[in-house]
T-cell receptor, first 114, second 113 residues
Framework: NAGVTQTPKFQVLKTGQSMTLQCAQDMNHEYMSWYRQDPGMGLRLIHYSVGAGITDQGEVPNGYNVSRSTTEDFPLRLLSAAPSQTSVYFC?????????????FGPGTRLTVT | AQSVTQPDIHITVSEGASLELRCNYSYGATPYLFWYVQSPGQGLQLLLKYFSGDTLVQGIKGFEAEFKRSQSSFNLRKPSVHWSDAAEYFCAVAERSSYKLIFGSGTRLLVRP
């Protein structure tokens, strides 16, 4: 198993550009989530999904969209990038709703918005 | 408001010395409690978790943590630190009725040779 994979590893955007961060897992996990990590702030939940077709907002959802058309994939879309979205983004998954906290993390995407 | 506090931003210990990383939480009821480790350039890995029962829990890599209800704390300990333990450590909590995992701000551990 590859586990949780994220692409790209690094990305630089100009303000106002849009892009999609990709996340995939091959463990047949029901629960997937996106976090952003900023210095001194730990990880903050952006969006999460408890299964294909079901998504919900986390702590900091503004400026981000998600969809979950398959169990494997959970892309994160930045609609109009802003410098405040400069961060490291982590995707995570877990087996199911009952064990959402036992999460497997991807390696992260470092995003810079200029 | 619900919160997780890790009061130490950085901690430096000598290799072979003991380690204790502090974590305090503020929740209405006892949440689920976790410690994660993040090595440089990597994602997070679960070290250990507490749900209920024995308040001293054992994790991977020789770590343990003790839940103290009276102090709302869940401190991480290791008797003898190895150079490979240098990393950032995150305490996290989850409400028993919620999906949301709330992380502390992290403690960076440096290990002196």
């Amino acid at each position: 198993n590859a586990g949780v994979t994220q692409t790209p590893k690094f990305q630089v955007l100009k303000t106002g550009q849009s892009m999609t961060l990709q996340c995939a897992q091959d463990m047949n996990h029901e629960y997937m989530s996106w976090y952003r990590q900023d210095p001194g702030m730990g990880l903050r939940l952006i969006h999460y999904s408890v299964g294909a077709g079901i998504t919900d907002q986390g702590e900091v959802p503004n400026g981000y969209n998600v969809s979950r058309s398959t169990t494997e994939d959970f892309p994160l879309r930045l609609l109009s990038a802003a410098p405040s979205q400069t961060s490291v983004y982590f995707c995570a998954s877990s087996i199911n709703r009952a064990s959402h906290y036992e999460q497997y993390f991807g390696p992260g995407t470092r995003l810079t918005v200029t | 408001a619900q919160s997780v506090t890790q009061p130490d931003i950085h901690i430096t210990v000598s290799e072979g010395a003991s380690l204790e990383l502090r974590c305090n939480y503020s929740y209405g009821a006892t949440p689920y409690l976790f410690w994660y480790v993040q090595s440089p350039g990597q994602g997070l890995q679960l070290l250990l978790k507490y749900f209920s029962g024995d308040t001293l829990v054992q994790g991977i890599k020789g770590f343990e943590a003790e839940f103290k209800r009276s102090q709302s704390s869940f401190n991480l300990r290791k008797p003898s630190v190895h150079w490979s333990d240098a990393a950032e450590y995150f305490c996290a909590v989850a409400e028993r009725s919620s999906y949301k995992l709330i992380f502390g701000s992290g403690t960076r551990l440096l290990v002196r040779p």
